[in-house]
């Protein structure tokens, strides 16, 4: 497969679109790829072309970050790769200030990222949740000094409020501070509420949305029926107890997704997982997909998600059995409404083609 590089929201950071998670790297969780399986992952990423790492520095109580360091730096690809990694959670038991968004956290959280990494810099740092109690004001200030310190390049929102999102938004632009470039939300068939607000957001303020979850921890990838659930294994089932809302995906809806998405992989000869990656990656607003795999074959197979093109009949029966209820306020701004605001007439933005793509291919032209 080719990949393709993009801008990544109204930054010039160029990104895949196609990102490779690391939460799998170490088995500390109960899940996930050993270290020859995990070099085997990268290995198998940036011989297909991509240049885009995610990771975090909860992620496998560390071990994510620093054998995503010592991969990138075996293979010398430092200046080439992109990396992602996010700050917010507390490892430290009985200290309140190893987590969260306050400033003294979070230059804590970047030096211990830097050194696991083994890199002088992150090309992006991402708080990870919102943690209810810090402002925009403390959090924007405390990243753009990062960004000026040579410490990170860009800065993004992960897990947030889009109303705090926004309001981050308005800080930087007002007080000349870098930028929110990207919004690290979980998207999927079987999650399309970000829809709501955060693609709006996105697409107006210069925010590309990273999409995390794409399969939904496993449930859009096949492996999963549900008759079968039990035998199946995997993440969902390991953690099928949990109180984390990221992981309660077992719904009479999720099933209807499920089963919708078996004939529409079927009709176009194509693997569940690969449809429904292809299906979140060419969404609205949406620069990047978080791919993440355990095993060598699970990633080459989601490496060739964007090697077709659904067709538009086969789209709109996706979005049908996927469509969310649209709740309160939203609900008004459907064209039930609209059109009383319009007097009943068509009134649209701008024409088709006034915001032309842009894409630049062609032949290297320098000299060799």
């Known amino acids: 497969m080719t990949m393709s590089y993009y801008t990544l929201g109204n930054s010039g950071l160029r990104v895949t679109r196609l990102a490779l998670g690391t939460m799998t790297f170490g088995t500390e969780w109960g899940w996930g790829a050993d270290k020859q399986t995990a070099r085997a992952l ?16 909860a992620y496998t109580g560390g071990t994510s970050e620093t054998w995503l360091g010592e991969f990138i730096a075996e293979r010398g690809l ?8 996010k700050f917010s959670m507390n490892l430290e038991q009985g200290n309140p200030n190893a987590g969260g968004n306050g400033r003294k956290n979070i230059i804590r959280a970047v030096e211990s990222s830097l050194k696991r990494l083994g890199t002088d810099y992150i090309d992006l740092y991402i708080l990870h949740a919102w943690d209810r109690l810090t402002s925009p004001e403390e959090v924007m200030r405390t990243l753009d000094d990062l960004v000026r310190a040579g410490k990170i390049r860009h800065v993004g929102l992960s897990d947030v409020p889009a109303w705090y999102a926004s309001r981050a938004q308005s800080v930087a632009e007002q007080r000349g501070y870098e930028p929110v470039s990207a919004l690290q939300l979980e998207y999927s068939l079987a999650e399309r509420n970000i829809e709501h ?59 209807a997704v499920v089963a919708e998405l078996e004939k529409v992989a079927g009709e176009l000869g194509r693997g569940m997982a690969q449809i429904a990656l292809n299906w979140a990656a060419t969404r609205p607003g949406v620069a990047s997909v978080i791919i993440g795999a355990t095993r060598l074959d699970q990633l080459k197979d989601n490496l060739g998600a ?15 059995v996927s469509r969310s209820v649209t709740p309160f306020p939203y609900s008004f701004f459907g064209p039930e409404i609209q059109c009383g605001l319009t007097g009943g007439q068509a009134v649209g933005g701008k024409p088709a083609g006034y915001f032309p793509d842009l894409l630049m291919k062609g032949t290297f032209a320098g000299v060799s």
């Not at 990268?42 to 520095?57: H, I, K, R, S």
């Not at 430092?78 to 990694?85: F, H, L, Q």
């Open 78 to 85: 430092r200046d080439k790769a992109v990396i992602s990694t």
């Open 42 to 57: 990268v290995d198998a990423y940036v011989e297909a072309g991509g240049n885009f790492f995610d990771t975090a520095d």
């Open 306 to 320: 964007l090697d077709f093109e659904i067709p538009l009949e086969l789209l709109a029966r996706l979005d049908a």
């Open 197 to 255: 607000e955060f693609v709006p957001f996105g697409t107006r303020y210069g925010s590309g949305i990273m999409v995390w979850s794409p399969l939904a921890s496993g449930l859009l990838s096949g492996k999963y029926r549900s008759d079968t659930i039990s035998k199946a294994g995997g993440r969902l089932e390991t953690m099928r107890g949990s109180t984390n809302p990221g992981f309660q995906k077992f719904t009479d809806r999720n099933w």
